[in-house]
């Protein structure tokens, strides 16, 4: 039986830098020399595609290399679950995670990675004020619980980004990097990424995302036009817009839209089915644009009489008469020339809206939409400029690629007050599609000094809360699922959510305090934090393990002991403090009949805490009778 030590690959987050040097190693073995890479070799496996100039065009700044490393380090966190603080904890597949977003995006990597349909994200905008988040190379998670107060009851101070440091924009790339580069690894093969933001970063943002996406992935920077106007003192052009860019992971086949109200009441000419198409419009069938092909031009008849394309059609012989048959053309005379125009209905046979194409101008919703969203659920200011939730909702609503699914995860990772995850609960309201969010946000200290601040931290006081955005998210959360609920009683999806908190690691580092050396080994017998719960460890070894934090967990006896069965066997764990010696034949056979009655496809890991056999002997024994079932990977806490 392998025991799990601070040290083995499971009790850390994905390591990015060993598994691109897998990728490596198996593109080009010859490359390496005794585990290491032979530049020289690999440069000449690379031929010409290896630039050698001293100056490169490219966006660098002060602390990239530093930005690069973090991304890479892996995380020792975990994530505690916290079904006292979420909604339909044991049926939901939504997930609010409370912490810093390098760590959170770091744990998510095994779980998550290739499986994101769409990230939204509204990073702080680069205003001069404090908003960087608290990123420590040498103790993340230290560093973490100092600056939000979970250390000593202090609250550390974020790094401000003033323009003497460095602002335009050094402290903000630095933020962004590693986090960008991060969440790309999580995006499935024709995921988006979309970026809020105002014009200071606008270019770096596409800058850094060339360099992470590839520029050939860059689909579109929108314009988003987001207020009425501007005040009277503004000096030059009242601006009266935001950016909102776009990248794919690779480049995009498909991408269409909802119709919004103006695009769909176009279509306002009416027919026998209408009652199940609705309204249509026109389209004119000759065309003068495309390439000339001679099976596009032939006669279409009408009342016996022959009507030819000026130069030809766009449909076939065969497409336009079985259009003409089921009376979808309308044909015009005007002054003696024939007009043969399509029939384009607002929704197919089977009564499905047809779509649009996204456009890079977007007028509204405006930013008064986002203020009305938060006054409807909270009757009063919690939380400044929200972005509308239906800006994400249009968003979320796009189809990518040819399939017209209601289905995969949408991430933001710079939450805020909650919109995105209010917007996805209520596009499945409305479509009945079963899409899932994972929001991430920091539990940024309220300050009731700050005007901006002080009611949101009077309405935290009132729920008995700590004053925290976090919190803040999580009652938008709750609320925005009972309001969708109420406005849409017939939808039985889900509105509920897990809350997930991050934290060290459930398993202890070593630590030899030599001052106290016989405590410090008193410690190291068993290597689970005091104080944390099986629910800890267990959701622990999902994220190590790569599994879905919203997989089904079930929970069985066997010869007196509870035996948790993950991912409908794929991993079992026993956390009892004792196992005898005589209990273990029994309870090894047990789990295995479990396995055997579950039949799981590929391996099965199985996991117990080490400090629960009484010696080696009985160890050893339940990973013998174990591995004969077919239960090979056996480990231990």
Known sequence: MKKLTPEDPITHSADVVAENVEHLRSLFPEAFTEGKVDFEVLKQLLGGLVDEREEKYGLNWHGKRQARQLALTPSTGTLRPCPEESVDWATTQNLMIEGDNLEVLKLLQKSYSGKVKLIYIDPPYNTGKDFVYPDDFRDSIRNYHALTGQVDGENGKFTSNTESSGRFHTHWLNMMYPRLRLAKSLLR??????ISSD?????????????????????????????????????????????ITVYS?????????????????AYKLRDEKYTVRGGYLTQPLATTSKDPRPNLVYPVMHQGSEIWPERQWIWSRERLEAAQSNDELVINESRGKFSVRSKQ???????????????SLMNGPFNQEGTKDIAELFSEKVFSFPKPAALIQYFVALVIGEESEKDGIYLDFFAGSGTTGQAVMEQNAKDGGHRRYILVQLPEPLDARSSDQKIACEFCDRL?????????????????????RKKSPMFAGDLGFRVFKLDRSNIRAWDPQPEDLEHALFDGVDHLLEGRTEQDV??????????????????????????????????????????????????ALGMAAWHEEQCPAGDTTVVFRDSAFANDVAKTNIAAILEQHGLETVRSL
Do not use: M
């Open 464 to 484: 008995e809360k700590p004053r925290n955005i976090a919190e803040l998210t999580k009652e938008r959360l709750r609320r925005a699922g009972q309001r969708a």
């Open 189 to 194: 093969k024709d995921g988006l990424l979309l």
């Open 199 to 243: 014009e200071t970063e606008a270019d770096n943002i596409k800058r850094i995302c060339d360099e992470l996406f590839g520029p050939e992935n860059f689909v579109e920077r929108v314009v988003w036009k987001n207020k009425y106007g501007s005040g009277a003192l503004t000096k030059g052009f009242a601006n009266v817009h935001e950016y």
């Open 249 to 265: 992971s690779s480049p995009i086949e498909y991408l269409a839209a909802p119709l919004d109200e103006e695009q769909r009441s």
């Open 345 to 359: 209905y607002l929704r197919d046979e089977n009564g499905v809206e047809r779509l649009g194409k996204p456009l």
């Open 538 to 587: 267990l959701y622990e070894l999902l994220l190590k393990l790569g599994l879905d934090l919203c997989v089904p967990i079930e929970e069985r006896t066997i010869s007196g002991k509870p035996v948790h069965s993950i991912g409908a066997g794929t991993l079992l764990v026993c956390l009892a403090k004792e196992i005898a010696a005589d209990e273990v034949e029994a309870l």
